[in-house]
């Protein structure tokens, strides 16, 4: 029987061992050996097979349509699918807005392994052909671009990796599975900083790679020579998050609808950047592909740099601080945080403004949220204009 997002979410991957509605957490590290079929087999930690892992997987794999690896992190999981995907001296299409951290995961690759990347406009499927090479192996891209908040042509990248025999990776953790399911359009393979939404609760670090079995498979292997492999309590932690994924996110993408309204008719406000507003350049596309327009939304205030400061230091509900996705709001400016380790003109060719307000909305009263930015754009203006 088919079972929707919300079954699938609580019922998928559990071990109910003894009766217990809540699965235990296996805390081994190394199992009785029996008698595996290959060193692969072998019940150990460090070879991603250990029983909580293994519920974490089938829960994600329930979710997006193919099989799942856990990982120590997002970063670890952007790294490892690339790394299995495409050998020293291969290339790779990525996009040319692209999170910080994979950015520097694309650096490195080109740095010291020897994997060359051309940064093209996914905006402008017209010039993909020519950043083509005979040796390409891949295409990278995001569901939704952080912290732009745009939604590329998620259906023409398939095609054009299809048509020229491409691995295509999409990077799906603003979108979740409640929002989007790549492997269900076509993508190959999809990773997430599980760290964010699935767990959604800003208590774990963890990433997943999804893809078919076969894939799977071989960047598990990758994965296992290296002794990339998540601890038990996180997976456990991510087990209990994914279950009310869709409910937190259903939530959170109307709040951020309602202030990114709010803050797009404030005269104090420059630009917003979220795909709901009919006026972002994405909301045509975003419409068409997704089942909702995201929990993240940012926007710069009118005044530079020390206005947006200002403003942050001003709010009382949201936190400042990195990462996105949790149940409480998180405000950051992104030239400080997710694209901090790049230097200051590609940050700023690549659109981050020294006075961009990246906004994670968690699960809060919306009205308590626009009423707690309407007082901080205020009490920034007087600070603005005192000094």
């Not at 029983?51 to 829960?59: F, G, L, M, S």
């Not at 671009?145 to 023409?156: H, I, K, R, Y």
Request: glycine fraction near 8%.
């Amino acid at each position: 029987m088919s079972q929707r997002l919300r079954t699938l979410v609580v019922h998928a991957g559990e071990h109910r061992e003894g009766g217990a509605v809540a699965a235990p957490t296996y805390r081994s590290s190394t199992y009785a050996l029996g008698e595996p079929e290959s060193f692969d087999d072998i019940r150990y930690i460090r070879l991603n097979n250990t029983p909580t892992q293994q519920a974490a997987e089938a829960k994600l794999a329930a979710l997006e349509a193919g099989d799942a690896l856990v990982t120590p992190s997002g970063t670890a999981a952007v790294w490892l699918a690339l790394n299995a995907c495409v050998q020293p001296g291969e290339h790779v299409l990525a996009p040319a807005r692209v999170y910080g951290g994979t950015r520097k995961i694309l650096d490195h690759l080109t740095e010291r392994e020897g994997v060359e990347v051309t940064y093209v406009d996914l905006s402008r499927p017209e010039t993909w052909e020519s950043a083509r090479r005979p040796n390409t192996r891949a295409f990278f891209c995001e569901t939704i671009a952080n912290p732009w908040m745009s939604v590329p042509p998620l259906q023409e990248i398939v095609a054009f990796a299809r048509r020229h025999g491409l691995v295509s990776l999409i990077d799906n953790t603003l979108a979740t599975p409640v929002l989007y399911r790549p492997r269900e359009h076509g993508f190959d393979v999809v990773v997430h900083s599980a760290s964010k939404h699935l767990n959604g609760h800003s208590d774990v670090v963890a990433g997943a790679i999804i893809a078919a079995p076969e894939r799977l498979r071989a960047i598990r292997v990758h994965a296992n020579r290296l002794g990339i492999c998540p601890d038990p309590e996180a997976c456990a932690l991510l087990v209990r998050g994914m279950k009310t994924l869709p409910l937190r996110v259903g939530a959170q993408c109307d709040a951020a609808m309602t202030l990114a309204r709010w803050l797009d008719a404030h005269a104090e406000v420059d630009a917003v950047c979220f795909p709901g507003l009919p006026g972002d350049p994405s909301h045509a596309r975003a419409t068409e592909l997704l089942d909702g327009f995201g929990t993240m939304l940012s926007f710069t205030p009118s005044g530079g740099e020390r206005r947006a400061r200002a403003l942050i230091a001003s709010l009382r509900l949201p936190i400042e601080a990195p990462s996105l996705g949790g149940v409480e709001t998180l405000v950051s400016r992104p030239a400080t945080t997710s694209h901090a380790g790049l230097p200051a003109e590609l940050r700023r060719s690549m659109g981050v403004d020294d006075a961009m307000i990246r906004v994670s909305v968690g699960v809060e009263d919306p009205d308590d949220l626009i009423a707690d930015f309407e007082a901080a754009l205020a009490e920034s203006a007087l600070a603005d204009a005192a000094e």
